[in-house]
């Protein structure tokens, strides 16, 4: 029992310092913006548009060169005065919603955004039909043990 | 009936799955091309350095009025060097005029290159810190759009044009669609 405790919470120090380790390894030094709210704004920005080259990465993440050229781009629209929504419709513009790691909930992304509810309720009906069902053949073994006890 | 649900729910979403992991399977080989949202649009508006003329810009209002595949392209680009022959052959075939975009390269490395190598371009534009390929939605080289004479972006074609990729993609939308624009200014 205890050395079982000791192994999974050796596997998840393990996990934890591998996690740590790769996010180290792939940190892209930071650009400094001069006003700490617009520091913030480019973090959220850049976190949330998609590499296009190494398409699992965030552009804040990648190291490949046209990640440094888009990070400069935000970085330029943003001291230029540009919107959240204005910089992100820009980008869209060029590459498609495909860059947005959270893309808007419009007609041709309404698939990608319903099909995991729908999943979930699927499960749920399913997962209560299941329990009703073992709670009613439990409710009759507890009668048939009062019955034995009486 | 309870038995016949209990196979057939099961058979059901079994289905379902085949179905929706056949459709990812045949997509599969195209995951990598991300369409363009330019496709339909008006090419972006541009005025930069000439590669091959000091001094002198290359802008996208000078190109309107007539067809040009605007293809991006750098000397450190391997797959661009197997692409070269390709554009030769395009120039030589006096089909569409090409348009090139230098893509953050040595100006000295892409002059000898041609040099060396024969220059396919109609006229090229440099873009030495990546900017221009961000507005054209370049993910990577080479890359070439299709541009017609209304300066609309027809097409874009990602990685190197083989001679299949001309006779296929290209060539079919430059001659359909050019027919009736010279038809209507003759």
Known sequence: ?150 | MSRVTRFAIPLALFALLVVVLAIGIRQSPEKDLIPSPLIGKPAPDFSLPSLTEPGQRVSSSQLRGHWYLFNVWGTWCYACRMEHSMLLKIKQMGAVPLVGLDWKDDRQDALSFLKEQGDPYATIAVDHDGTEAIMWGVYGAPESFLVNPQGIVVYKFIGPITQQDWDQHILPRLSTSAAPAAAASS
Request: aromatic fraction near 8%; hydrophobic fraction near 55%.
């Open chain 1, 1 to 150: 029992m205890m050395t079982l405790r000791a192994a999974s919470l050796f596997i998840v120090a393990l996990m934890a310092s591998l996690l740590l380790a790769s996010s180290a390894a792939y940190a892209i030094a930071p650009e400094r913006m001069p006003t700490p709210q617009l520091e913030a704004r480019y973090l959220a920005l850049i976190h949330g548009f998609r590499c296009m080259q190494c398409q699992d990465e965030s552009l804040a993440d990648s190291p490949v060169n046209l990640a440094a050229d888009m990070r400069r781009e935000i970085r330029d629209m943003l001291l230029a005065g540009k919107s959240d929504q204005q910089i992100r419709d820009f980008m869209v513009s060029r590459y498609g919603y495909f860059i947005l790691f959270k893309p808007p909930f419009v007609l041709k992304t309404a698939w990608l955004w319903l099909t995991p509810g729908v999943i979930l309720l699927i499960g749920v009906i399913m997962a209560l039909r299941i329990i009703r069902k073992r709670a009613a053949l439990a409710a009759t073994d507890v009668e048939d043990n009062d019955l034995m006890d009486a």
